[in-house]
């Protein structure tokens, strides 16, 4: 079964994904830091931004993929997939920054937003359907 939401924001996080990392290394060779942070406060800013994405999004991505295989593609999944890329990227920047930023707040919180979303949607699907759910064929050879 196709699902082009899922696999439109599973690349969309793939290319972030390395934008992050290149975004790191970027400072590693510059500073040749081949370890750690080297000292570098903007360094350990971005691995923990890299860091932070990796915690987040592979989660959200599997409740994604569950949610539209069950309910397939939808207006609003769309919607939930291009607030979660816009959300990390928003993070990642205020992760720069020496000071608390709205970016960095915004992306961190919209981001918990899409995650719990998703949660109670699959939740939802998993348990909100009135639809008779057939016992496994093994289980149905048990009398």
Not at 23 to 44: E, F, N, P, W, Y
Not at 48 to 60: D, G, L, Q
Request: hydrophobic letters at 60%; aromatic letters at 8%.
């Amino acid at each position: 079964m196709l699902l082009p939401i899922t696999l439109t924001l599973a690349a969309a996080c793939a290319l972030l994904n390395m934008w992050l990392g290149v975004r790191c290394a970027r400072i590693r060779i510059s500073d040749q830091v081949l370890h750690g942070d080297g000292g570098s406060a903007l360094l350990a800013k971005r691995m923990r931004a890299h860091a932070n994405f990796i915690e987040y999004v592979p989660v959200t991505l599997i409740l994604f993929g569950l949610v539209e295989l069950a309910i397939g593609a939808s207006m609003w999944l769309w919607g939930a997939a291009l607030a979660l890329v816009l959300a990390r990227i928003a993070h990642a920047f205020g992760m720069d920054a020496e000071k608390p930023t709205v970016w960095r707040a915004g992306g961190a919180l919209l981001t918990w937003v899409v995650m719990v979303g998703m949660a109670v949607a699959a939740l939802y699907v998993a348990y909100g359907a009135t639809r008779e759910v057939p016992a496994p064929p093994a289980m149905a050879m048990i009398r």
